[in-house]
């Protein structure tokens, strides 16, 4: 019933902005958080930024600070992640996460995710 679909990824050089999209069907997630995540070959899911809809108090990994942004619209149901001066390091499936978490940075306390949108940069 719930379903999380990603939009917005590509190729981008290094340096270059990208801007990803999530729009959650199904289910509202106001008094939650929904968050973005990354994997890349070979390694484990990784925490990228969360947002808690109710506070609007939003988390980053060290990785990313002051390069991305995420923000959401709540009418919408829909969720962003600006990024900007990209590295070929960002390169990963960028996964959107929805659910009640209580430490918004760990993977197993979301409860449902999208399929994933590939984000490639090049050097």
């Known amino acids: 019933q719930v379903q999380l679909v990603e939009s917005g990824g590509g190729l981008v050089q290094a340096g270059g902005s990208l801007r990803l999209s999530c729009a959650a069907a199904?289910?509202?997630?106001?008094?939650?958080?929904m968050g973005w995540f990354r994997q890349a070959p070979g390694k484990e899911r990784e925490f990228v930024a969360a947002?808690?809809?109710?506070?609007?108090?939003?988390y980053y990994s060290d990785s990313v600070k002051g390069r991305f942004t995420i923000s959401g619209d709540n009418a919408k149901n829909t969720l962003y992640l600006q990024m900007n001066s990209v590295k070929p390091e960002d390169t990963a499936v960028y996964y959107c996460?929805?659910?009640?978490?209580?430490?918004?940075?760990?993977?197993?306390?979301?409860?449902?995710w999208g399929q994933g949108t590939q984000v490639t940069v090049s050097s």
């Open positions: 996460a929805a659910g009640y978490p209580v430490a918004v940075t760990v993977v197993s306390n979301y409860n449902y």
């Open positions: 199904g289910r509202t997630f106001g008094s939650g958080a």
């Open positions: 947002i808690r809809w109710n506070s609007g108090r939003t």
